[in-house]
């Protein structure tokens, strides 16, 4: 029942994914490769009629039209092509660079049979013999392009399978609800059908609830207050369980309830709070939920009184930590933190992270 | 046998109301049975068991403070000891353990036929099991406490209270906050299971870190330890003073 749900996208038709040509980083990175490789083919060719600056100019003249052409065009094209099969992506992604090659070097024909340049620079830096000219750069520009198009696959691939593995990963962590929690939770209903029926209702409802949220697999953000409202099913529970023992203080008022967060942020930390401050302490004692807006950053934390000394203290409270740290990093890369402290006889956790109402915006962060 | 001699007397232990009164309303339904108490702690499970000479415990494993394997192996040290029937939602080791060693246990949310046959084949368990099963619990490498055997009844000497273990050929005895009593324990064993919290000063001495105030030398050349509250003074051997002058210093 709590198996770890299956990541469903897995199989999603394979797509060509081209990098965004339009971006000004990859624009940059095609006049880079390009000037050095015309840098490469003047050093390697020796022009000793033109001399190496000369043959560098023409060739990466002719080379940043080619280039920045292809580029342009790839651009345009990139919606279109993403939505076709894989295939006729390819074939028409090579189509259009070679368009684009063809109309650069009829260009250069052109400009050479016409009489804008003078006779003297005409002879010097356009090719002799047209049709020649012509046939290899189409050539060379279809080898070079289908190269790059493989490397634009594979490279995709490669990023489509880090993001699903780590997707994976977080789903298969998600689905982790401690059994302790659930037998004990059942063994409180099972008592309480018969002596208050009313209160094992609800609590039958908060168990679907939070299981409902521990296996939701389609969002991987929701609203805080959403959130915060798992935790607070979750201290039901454990309350009609711990009874006297337990008390959660919440001090959120303060904070964004329509910010986006990821799911599973604070129950996972309420429930190890209990777990590790609460249950091996005979006489109980209170958890601390606090929040507040900085700027734009939410900071969220909890904290639990430590074990009394001798009593006995439940091993391993690090792996619901990295879990939350990693989903953090995945969803806003370099902008959170989780720290974790021991204080005094406190034991503290501290979540920082940007604050966002957009949930389109969370993952382009 | 008379039907009154065989109505179980039955201990119900768990730190969870509503198991507690769970366990209750089954024991009620089956109606062969007397509930002679209720207990909230491993501690106060040991400390009724004397008072009301139950039968059976129904002892959950998991408990904050003592739990129940502890609290079962300090009963195990009466002649009378009462049978125990273990009951736990999820203790992975504790299950294996007890289906190695065929003791009963129930798994909650307990079923009340489940409930009947446990209580039928209910034993009391030997002292050696349910140390080899402690041994199996990954959260708490030593006791709560240590136990004497006082009549039918068990005394508790919490850890954080003794003052230091001291042992002649026959026995050992625990020197504590409220006095002295004799254990069954072996220095070597105590040794083992507190080696976090006591520290050996000699061949027949074993004392607890925190009540040491200062290792000092008598006239004689004798290194000794003087303890604190008591102000004893306890003979460390020549062997052992090293090693005592290192460990005091971490």
Known sequence: ?365 | MNTLASTQRVLIVDDETPARERLRRLLDELGEVVIVGEAASGEAAVRLAGELQPDVLLLDVRMPGMSGLEAARHLALLPAAPAVVFTTAYDSYAIEAFEAQAIGYLLKPVRAEKLRAALQRAARLAAAQLTSIARADPERPARSHVSARLGDAVRLIAIAEIYYFSADQKYTTVRHRAGSELIEDTLRALEGEFAAQFVRVHRNALVNISFLAAVERDPAGQHQVVLRETGERLAVSRRLAGELRERLQL
């Open chain 1, 1 to 365: 029942m709590i198996s770890a749900p299956g990541v469903r996208d897995v199989g999603r038709s394979r797509a060509l994914s081209l990098p965004d040509f339009c971006a000004a980083r990859a624009v940059l990175a095609v006049v880079l490769i390009v000037t050095l490789t015309a840098v490469v083919l003047s050093v390697a060719r020796q022009n000793v009629v033109l001399g190496f600056w000369l043959d560098l100019a023409r060739t990466a003249l002719f080379l940043l039209w080619t280039g920045l052409g292809c580029a342009a065009a790839l651009c345009l094209l990139r919606r279109p092509l993403a939505a076709l099969p894989l295939a006729t992506a390819i074939v028409g992604a090579l189509a259009a660079m070679l368009a684009v090659i063809a109309l650069v070097s009829a260009g250069v024909l052109w400009l050479g049979g016409s009489s804008l340049l003078g006779a003297r620079a005409t002879n010097l830096l356009l090719p002799e013999k047209p049709w020649h000219f012509f046939a290899a750069n189409l050539g060379i520009g279809a080898i070079v392009g289908a190269l790059a198009l493989r490397y634009f696959y594979v490279s995709g691939e490669w990023r489509r399978n880090v993001e699903l593995q780590a997707r994976a990963r977080i789903h298969a962590l998600q689905a982790r609800i401690r059994p302790h929690f659930l037998f004990n939770s059942m063994n409180t209903i099972a008592a309480l059908t018969r002596s208050n029926p009313e209160k094992a209702e609800e609590a039958v409802q908060d168990l679907a609830d939070l299981f409902r949220a521990n296996l939701s697999e389609q969002r991987s953000s929701i609203t805080l207050k959403e959130e915060l409202e798992v935790a607070r099913i979750y201290q039901r529970i454990e309350q009609l369980r711990l009874g006297e023992r337990l008390h959660v203080i919440w001090d959120v008022t303060d904070l964004p309830m329509r910010a986006q967060v990821p799911g599973l942020l604070m129950q996972p930390l309420l429930e190890n709070a209990i777990f590790h401050g609460i249950e091996p302490r005979p006489s109980g004692g209170i958890v601390t939920v606090s929040g507040a807006l900085d700027g734009d950053t939410i900071g969220l934390t909890v904290r639990n009184p430590l074990p009394e000394a001798g009593g006995a203290a439940h091993p391993g409270n690090r792996i619901a930590l990295d879990n939350i740290r990693e989903r953090m990093e995945l969803l806003y890369p370099g902008r959170s933190s989780v720290e974790a402290n021991r204080v005094g006889d406190e034991y503290i956790v501290r979540l920082r992270f940007p604050h966002v109402e957009d949930p389109t915006r969370i993952s382009s962060l």
